[in-house]
């Protein structure tokens, strides 16, 4: 065991913390936890996240993780620098798109008003013509020079002119608005960026390696956390989850992926510190 591996176990007894409490803790698995404790640092998935579970380990147990990391760089072994690891350009929500849409529903609902209203009219029209045209005697053969006394108007010709000069509005049926899914970030506490997920019955978390490979971890939430799926995935991998219910995200190096939630791009961050994210479905 290790010099570095002996402070870290000494400090998780004094805290009477066992591996599997750390586990859960950390949400790194128990056979990394006890390699870093023997100083087996072969074991975890890279130089990389020596570091980065060291750090975690320091925490959990009350350390100050930046003072062990310096206190024994000579015993750790460097994370090799990734030049092909590029920064991520943090979205912008752009609401040119949504002001599009609106004018063109807008244009378009006007248009179908107009529509509607000359169909309308041209029905009480067409109606009020034949009802005049059924109503009126023929001609037969009567010479011009015959006197003849008007004819009294019929009941259907007086209504259709009537219903002419006086025609009763129509109503428009309003379209219900629809309601579109939301990923809303609501805080972060020790160390977890909580979002809340909104008109939706599901959660779907997209996930896109654009730059170096990536460790991450994905559970389901209800009374408690059920591991559904974890691994390292290489640069150009993508994965996609769906979960009925609340969901709990760890990712071992955020700047190298980029992840959607129901479409949303989630912020990452520039730094290749591991990162937690909540993402609590709100079920109305």
């Known amino acids: 065991m290790s010099d570095l591996g002996?402070?870290?176990?000494?400090?998780?007894?004094?805290?009477?913390?066992?591996?599997?409490?750390?586990?859960?803790?950390?949400?790194?698995?128990?056979?990394?936890?006890?390699?870093?404790?023997?100083?087996?640092?072969?074991?975890?998935?890279?130089?990389?996240?020596?570091?980065?579970?060291?750090?975690?380990?320091?925490?959990?147990?009350?350390?100050?993780?930046?003072?062990?990391?310096?206190?024994?760089?000579?015993?750790?072994?460097?994370?090799?620098?990734?030049?092909?690891?590029?920064?991520?350009?943090?979205?912008?929500?752009?609401?040119?798109?949504?002001?599009?849409?609106?004018?063109?529903?807008?244009?378009?609902?006007?248009?179908s008003f107009v529509i509607l209203i000359l169909g309308i009219i041209y029905y009480y029209a067409n109606s009020s013509y034949e009802s005049n045209s059924k109503g009126q005697p023929g001609n037969g053969g009567q010479r011009v020079t015959d006197k003849l006394a008007p004819p009294a108007p019929s009941p259907s010709a007086a209504g259709s002119s009537t219903a002419l000069t006086d025609p009763k509005p129509a109503q428009v049926p309003i379209p219900a608005p629809v309601t579109k899914p939301e990923v809303k970030f609501v805080n972060s506490d020790r160390g977890v960026d909580y979002y809340a997920v909104t008109h939706s019955g599901k959660i779907t978390i997209e996930l896109n390696v654009k730059g170096d490979e990536c460790w991450v971890e994905v559970d389901t939430v209800t009374d408690k956390k059920t591991l559904l799926e974890q691994g390292i995935y290489k640069n150009g991998s993508t994965k996609t989850w769906e979960v009925s219910n609340s969901a709990f995200v760890i990712v071992g190096k955020p700047n190298a992926i980029e992840m959607k939630v129901n479409g949303t791009p989630v912020q990452m961050g520039d730094t290749p510190n591991p990162k937690r994210f909540q993402l609590d479905l709100i079920k109305s």
């Open 6 to 111: 002996v402070l870290l176990r000494k400090a998780r007894l004094e805290q009477k913390i066992s591996l599997d409490d750390l586990q859960e803790i950390t949400k790194i698995r128990k056979t990394y936890l006890e390699a870093i404790e023997e100083g087996n640092y072969k074991v975890l998935p890279g130089n990389f996240y020596v570091r980065a579970f060291i750090k975690s380990y320091a925490e959990a147990v009350g350390l100050d993780p930046n003072e062990v990391l310096l206190h024994y760089h000579n015993v750790i072994p460097a994370s090799a620098p990734d030049a092909n690891i590029e920064t991520m350009p943090k979205p912008r929500v752009s609401s040119r798109n949504t002001e599009r849409f609106s004018k063109w529903a807008s244009n378009i609902l006007m248009i």
